[in-house]
């Protein structure tokens, strides 16, 4: 599990992203969140708070806002925090220090399951903005996939750490990692952090190195996306599927296949994938 701790970042980076972008965004002078861990919320991110009275806070599933809105897996508002009477008040003392009033939590739901909250705040009473909740539930969803992504990374991840075969199945699993290798590279595409796009892609080269060996010194040199591609046609895939798994257009996947093509100096797609590998490109 080592590879897999150190390929993902901590999703307190992606969250906090997303906390300074809504801050920037919605008019609304405070923003703040955090992760949820074995049904307990921990705040931990903020902007435009005056204490640090929140700092720390441990909100448990049901409990105030945010565990409504990690019970519910949905959006829950009030109006004027201190009057409400559709929440716990278990939270009273550092919401109410910190001068807070009309409240938004939104839930960042992956799979089923609530994995961090997000909060807008003003220190008056009355309803947020359209605008302000529409920017809230915009970052939540871009937070979401972002975790969903980074959760599959780590799936597949796991399943190259697991893959010990004995040598009568060497060949299937060559054949099992070629399409981890391919799978890998897909989810690269998806991926918002550049950080973590990178250390995918080093995964990557590590699995093509172990499978094919290092480059040679006369290999040509292919994009990335020329090798995105090429991966994708070396498991059978025809052009509109691999459009569909990169999340690009058929004639861009053409032209990039045309431009792997020419750097191999090959016929057909099929030679041309047979050239990579030989190149040590692929596995």
């Given at each position: 599990m080592k590879a897999t701790s150190l390929l993902r970042p901590r999703d307190d980076d992606a969250l906090r992203a997303e906390i300074r972008w809504v801050a920037h965004r919605a008019d609304v002078p405070v923003v703040f969140g955090g992760p949820v861990h074995d049904d307990t919320l921990l705040l931990t991110e903020f902007v435009g708070t005056l204490t640090t009275g929140m700092r720390g806070l441990s909100v448990l599933r049901t409990s105030g806002l945010g565990g409504q809105a990690m019970e519910y897996r949905r959006p829950a508002a009030v109006a004027d925090y201190r009057g409400a009477s559709t929440i716990t008040h278990h939270y009273d003392g550092p919401v109410v220090g910190e001068g807070l009033r009309s409240v938004m939590a939104v839930p960042i739901v992956v799979a089923d399951r609530t994995r961090a909250v997000l909060y807008a705040a003003t220190r008056s009473v009355g309803p947020l903005g359209d605008r302000t909740a529409d920017v809230l539930v915009q970052a939540g969803r871009r937070l979401a996939s972002e975790i969903a992504v980074r959760d599959e990374?780590?799936?597949?991840?796991?399943?190259?750490?697991?893959?010990?075969?004995?040598?009568?199945?060497?060949?299937?699993?060559?054949?099992?990692?070629?399409?981890?290798?391919?799978?890998?590279?897909?989810?690269?595409?998806?991926?918002?952090?550049?950080?973590?796009?990178?250390?995918?892609?080093?995964?990557?080269?590590?699995?093509?190195?172990?499978?094919?060996?290092?480059?040679?010194?006369?290999?040509?040199?292919?994009?990335?996306?020329?090798?995105?591609?090429?991966?994708?046609?070396?498991?059978?895939?025809?052009?509109?599927?691999?459009?569909?798994?990169?999340?690009?257009?058929?004639e861009t996947v053409k032209s990039y296949l045309r431009q792997a093509?020419?750097?191999l100096d090959a016929g057909t797609r099929h030679e041309a994938v047979a050239l990579a590998r030989r190149h040590g490109l692929l596995p």
């Amino acid at each position: 599990m080592k590879a897999t701790s150190l390929l993902r970042p901590r999703d307190d980076d992606a969250l906090r992203a997303e906390i300074r972008w809504v801050a920037h965004r919605a008019d609304v002078p405070v923003v703040f969140g955090g992760p949820v861990h074995d049904d307990t919320l921990l705040l931990t991110e903020f902007v435009g708070t005056l204490t640090t009275g929140m700092r720390g806070l441990s909100v448990l599933r049901t409990s105030g806002l945010g565990g409504q809105a990690m019970e519910y897996r949905r959006p829950a508002a009030v109006a004027d925090y201190r009057g409400a009477s559709t929440i716990t008040h278990h939270y009273d003392g550092p919401v109410v220090g910190e001068g807070l009033r009309s409240v938004m939590a939104v839930p960042i739901v992956v799979a089923d399951r609530t994995r961090a909250v997000l909060y807008a705040a003003t220190r008056s009473v009355g309803p947020l903005g359209d605008r302000t909740a529409d920017v809230l539930v915009q970052a939540g969803r871009r937070l979401a996939s972002e975790i969903a992504v980074r959760d599959e990374v780590d799936r597949r991840v796991r399943m190259l750490e697991l893959a010990a075969p004995p040598p009568a199945t060497g060949a299937a699993a060559t054949e099992e990692l070629r399409e981890i290798h391919a799978d890998l590279r897909a989810l690269a595409a998806d991926v918002g952090d550049a950080a973590l796009r990178g250390r995918l892609s080093g995964v990557c080269d590590r699995l093509t190195g172990v499978l094919a060996g290092e480059p040679g010194a006369a290999a040509p040199r292919l994009s990335r996306r020329e090798l995105d591609v090429l991966a994708q046609v070396a498991l059978g895939c025809t052009n509109q599927e691999v459009a569909l798994r990169l999340s690009l257009g058929a004639e861009t996947v053409k032209s990039y296949l045309r431009q792997a093509m020419t750097k191999l100096d090959a016929g057909t797609r099929h030679e041309a994938v047979a050239l990579a590998r030989r190149h040590g490109l692929l596995p």
